[in-house]
């Protein structure tokens, strides 16, 4: 079997521990990504449900301010008509649109819906997005400090440490 001395074991090892950094990292960062950013639905036509009624919308957890246009010709209709909230459908989280008493004349019609909602696993804390995001962070950190140690440890290193 060869055995690798000096700069090479240290090369290798580096490249090993930066590889499979970069692997683990990649995955964790995609996941904090979704659980960190909202996501913002334009226009999304739907038909209003009869008054006090509510209908589901896509998305888990409501974030931004709903608002309601007519579809046909893209009047505003005021938010005192709609409320936008979380509810269970089915036993899942999602968004809800509810007509109130003073848009009866909008049941059953089309309307054109805008809102900001947070994907299935959002994160809806602060303080739990922010730790989130360190969680890239000091991997990445982590990762450049396994490279630094690998290489201070060669025969390379000995030129920074001065001998």
């Known amino acids: 079997m060869v ?11 580096a ?9 683990f990292l990649a995955s964790i960062a995609t996941s904090i990504v ?3 950013n909202t996501i913002t639905t334009i226009n999304e036509t739907v038909t209003a449900p009869a008054v ?10 409501y974030v931004g301010s709903g608002v309601v ?19 269970l459908v089915n036993g899942a989280k999602t968004v809800l ?3 109130l008493d003073g848009a009866s004349g909008y049941a059953g019609e089309s309307i054109n819906v805008s809102y900001e909602y947070g994907a299935e696993g959002y994160l809806a804390d ?13 991997g ?3 990762a450049v400090i396994f490279t630094l140690v690998m290489f201070w440890k060669s025969e390379s290193g000995k030129f920074l440490r001065g001998k």
Request: aromatic share 8%; glycine share 12%.
């Open 52 to 61: 006090n009624a509510s209908l589901a919308l896509t998305g888990r957890d």
């Open 3 to 13: 055995q690798f001395k000096g700069d090479t074991a240290a090369v290798i090892g």
């Open 34 to 36: 979704g659980q960190t």
């Open 69 to 87: 246009h007519n579809a046909t010709n893209g009047t505003l209709i005021p938010t005192v008509n709609f409320t936008f909230s979380d509810g």
């Open 97 to 99: 649109i509810t007509t």
């Open 140 to 142: 990445a950190l982590a």
């Open 15 to 23: 490249f090993i521990g930066i590889i499979i950094a970069i692997v």
């Open 126 to 138: 602060s303080g739990s997005r922010s730790i989130a995001l360190l969680i890239i962070i000091f």
